[in-house]
């Protein structure tokens, strides 16, 4: 039986103070995530090294954790700091050739977009596939695609329009097309479900403190089990061999799961604050999250079209997610200070409002939204 979303929402202290649909950049720390940020630190600070050993236990059970919720396998999960940590640990993790190249998308995040530009010393060229009316179409995605590409690169959800790519069908044309897979999840996890087997995913990085509601400085790094030996520690380090206990044995060989890229030393109270919201986001279930979401947002986009907004974020089937952007007569600005005003916190991105409610919303925040327009 399941606990009714209220019972959720009193664990977020900000639905005290403001009506947030700001998720897209950062979910503020929910309950559970801070009680164990507390007793972390609470232990450390009382008993110092002694504290550890249940710490380490508990961040293998975090990593089972979020392979569960992607559908991967634990040893193919690595902590970084973020999303950006996460894509270039693939670029520059890689072996490049000159004349190979990349395919991405036009409007990617910069952190989806820096890491393979800088691979062009290697001789390596990044291809920058266009957005046709805020959308990424799959075709456009194949033709890009030659005997020389080596990876595609888009997001779960487009940060700047909201629109959710056919990860399915991207990740069969890669594997039809002998192409390397990499996924930035940051706008997706957490609030879309993903299964990287189902998706033919080789790589996706997160960063938690977004849709996954976790805190800064942690990210998920996802590698498919087949391609882990192939993909060097960017940050190779005391804790990237087999055995980092040996600490004279410098001959060792790499770990082969995906921990090999972390650093040496993690973060383990937001490691471990994040497994306690994680522990939330499975309780209440991926489903009914999405589920959730997508009400929220289709009563936010039934009112904008009822005001006559113009909406940039898709509202075909299987392309909306929990990112909407729309554009009013005004300055997209001017509403976001009203909006501040009146304790709504609200995004402007790219010349346009952005909004992004979560799991723990309700309608009524979203109503106290369309009547500011």
Partial sequence: MHKPLSHYRALFPVTEHYAYLNHAACTPLPRPGLDELARHWAAQSTMG???????????????????????????????VQNTA???????????????????????????????WLDLQHHGVETR?????DNRVLVEDIAAAIDERTRLVSVSVVEFATGF???????????????????????QGLGALQVDVREANIDFMGAGT????????????????????????????????VVDRDDHLN???????TAARVEGSTRNVSGILAFGAVLDMIHEVGPARIEARIMELTGRLIDGLQERGCDLISSTRPGERSGVVCFRTKGD?????????????????????VRVAPHFYNNEEEIDRLLRLL
């Fill in 332 to 352: 997209p600005k001017e509403l976001f200070a009203r909006a501040q005003a009146e304790r709504i916190v609200i995004a402007v991105r790219v010349g346009a």
């Fill in 128 to 132: 920058f596939v266009p957005q046709r």
């Fill in 209 to 240: 403190h977004k849709w996954l509601m976790g805190p800064h400085g942690v990210g998920v790094f996802y590698a498919r089990e087949e391609l882990i030996e192939g993909l060097s520690p960017i940050t190779a380090n005391w804790a990237s």
């Fill in 85 to 115: 940590m996460a894509i270039a640990t693939v670029a520059h993790g890689l072996d490049w050739s000159e004349g190979d190249n990349i395919v991405t998308v036009q409007g990617e995040f910069p952190a989806n977009v820096y890491p």
């Fill in 250 to 256: 410098y001959g060792q060989p790499w770990v082969g």
């Fill in 49 to 79: 090294t002694l504290s550890e050993p249940p710490d380490w236990e508990r961040i293998e059970e975090v990593r089972a954790s979020m392979a569960r919720l992607i559908g991967a396998k634990p040893t193919e999960i690595g902590w």
């Fill in 164 to 186: 959710r790519n056919d990860l399915a069908a991207i990740g069969r044309l890669c594997r039809e097309r002998g192409v390397l897979f990499n996924v930035d999840g940051i």
